[in-house]
């Protein structure tokens, strides 16, 4: 009996202990060394903020689960409350409510111990966490953060939703916060506690900030590095999801899309040419363009960002396989380019046609807002199978934007035919990162943008070049000859009677 109790204090005594014994989960080192400064900071009722900065999908809400599990058990017998804080209700703290639930019932010390006493609260005696959103509209009104306050994925969170309803449920015991996430941009909730963080420990010598990136986590988790030597092959080591979510390096949150070092990634290998060649793949990335688009838009989502635009503008691409042995995908040349002004869409449908005659596209990507839906029926008639329509949102300008500066950044686009023209549009072209979840990209030629030379700078060929990043969502390979291979019979050169 001695022996048995002493192994049940063994397994109770830590976070890791309880997790190991309990649920036969190991919590690695970079999950260890913040809890034992939170649990430190409580039991001293020290009121210090701790901030964890932890690459993507390393373990973060497990770190958090276990620490909620101890703290619940611990002070089971006690009126004490720990509040979390998601920026969604779907699926992020419906997620970190259930995980929580899984962790507590596989727990051999904990199992059937714990109820459900809402939908939002999970108690283990009179102690208690409370799950809440952290979404602007959220009413979060009621709870006491007397042991401890949660709020993850803080970059996600907006700081003034911090200041005004979450930060004040820990001042009636002054208790410790922990503000858990993965960097993002410098004007994040995240960021500024991190810089808080880092100024109060210069101040007592007290450790409060814990960063974890990609190169850290790999130590205990090779297959995690694997994973992100991976990612960081097919996006870039300068793509800000990279910086961001596995090296934990802050980006700017309003940008110039294309800077120096993207467009000279995408210098020209090759010269452009005025006629097709033979063998060579192509797609034609076509931008539909018109004054009067703004005028039919329903809303500000579907109308174009530069109402000054009037043209239509062809990019011609190669589409090179050659390197999907070693990227695992194409790279795009931009040979040819094309543009009309101001002239009827069945003009400019007939001449479409020429050009896909003469060059025999693989596909023909189309902006199919408002006025192209007509570009688009006609051409999806004459070369049926071939035109994948595109229709412009906030979210599929984003989701585009950031795929594109995907194949800039790892030499994938490659501009042959660049002219000043063109080159202006890059250069005027602004991106602005929107604060939440979503990581939605704003980016845009601003109205009323001018060149070197004085001449309103449009953005028609840069978003038929954008276009690109549809081609990258098929699914490239490259066909090889069949052969069989004949198998020697395994009864021939065998005794006996078959």
């Keep these: 009996m001695p022996n048995l109790m002493t192994r049940s204090r063994m397994i109770q005594a830590n976070p890791y202990n309880l997790a190991l014994y ?13 809890i034992e ?24 809400d497990e770190l958090l689960c276990h620490l909620k599990l101890f703290l619940l058990h611990r002070f089971q017998n006690r009126d004490r409350e720990i509040v979390e804080f998601n920026p969604t209700y779907k699926p992020q703290t419906i997620r970190s409510i259930l995980r929580l639930e899984t962790r507590m019932q596989r727990n051999v010390i904990t199992r059937g111990r714990w109820k459900k006493h809402s939908d939002f609260m999970r108690m283990i005696g009179l102690a208690k966490v409370t799950f809440f959103s952290g979404d602007g509209q959220a009413n979060v009104v009621g709870a006491t953060a007397n042991l401890l306050l949660i709020v993850n994925e803080a970059q996600d969170i907006s700081p003034s939703k911090y200041d005004r309803d979450i930060a004040p449920m820990a001042a009636s015991t002054n208790a410790t916060r922990v503000i858990v996430g993965t960097a993002w941009t410098k004007n994040t909730l995240l960021a500024r506690e991190l810089r808080a963080a880092q100024y109060a420990e210069k101040g007592d010598g007290i450790r409060r900030v814990f960063i974890y990136n990609a190169e850290e986590v790999r130590k205990h988790n090779p297959e995690y590095g694997t994973f992100v030597d991976g990612e960081t092959q097919r996006l870039g080591r300068d793509h800000p999801f990279i910086k961001s979510q596995y090296f934990c390096e802050e980006i700017d949150n309003e940008i110039g899309m294309f800077n120096e070092r993207r467009r000279a990634f995408m210098q020209g290998d090759q010269p452009g040419h005025e006629s097709p060649i033979e063998g060579t793949t192509y797609a034609f990335l076509i931008d539909m363009a018109g004054q009067d688009m703004n005028k039919m838009a329903a809303n500000e989502e579907a109308a174009l960002d530069n109402p000054g635009r009037d043209s239509v503008a062809l990019t011609i691409a190669s589409i090179d396989l050659s390197t999907l042995e070693t990227l695992q995908a194409p790279t795009y040349r931009f040979v040819n380019r094309q543009q009309w002004k101001g002239e009827n869409h069945l003009v400019i449908f007939g001449k479409l046609k020429n050009l896909i005659e003469t060059w025999k596209p693989q596909h023909i990507v189309l902006d199919a807002t408002g006025v192209g839906e007509g570009i688009w029926a006609l051409l999806d008639k004459a070369f049926p199978g071939r035109v994948v329509a595109v229709k412009f949102s906030q979210q599929v300008k984003s989701e585009m934007g950031w795929r594109y500066l995907a194949i800039i950044e790892t ?88």
């Design 37 to 60: 400064a939170i649990l430190q900071s409580i039991l001293e009722k020290a009121g210090r903020t701790v901030v964890i900065l932890i690459s993507r999908q390393a373990g973060k």
């Design 411 to 498: 030499g994938r686009a490659r501009d042959c035919c660049l002219t000043d023209k063109v080159r202006a549009q890059y250069d005027a072209c602004q991106a602005e990162i929107m604060p939440g979840p979503g990581k939605n990209l704003r980016w845009r030629v601003p109205e009323g943008a001018r060149g070197a030379d004085g001449e309103l700078v449009h953005d028609d060929a840069l978003l038929a070049d954008a276009l690109v990043a549809e081609l990258d969502r098929m699914d490239w390979s490259v066909s090889t000859e069949a052969k069989t291979v004949r198998a020697e019979d395994p009864l021939v050169g065998m005794d006996g009677n078959y």
């Design 22 to 34: 309990g649920c036969g989960i190991t919590l690695r080192p970079y999950q260890v060394e913040p």
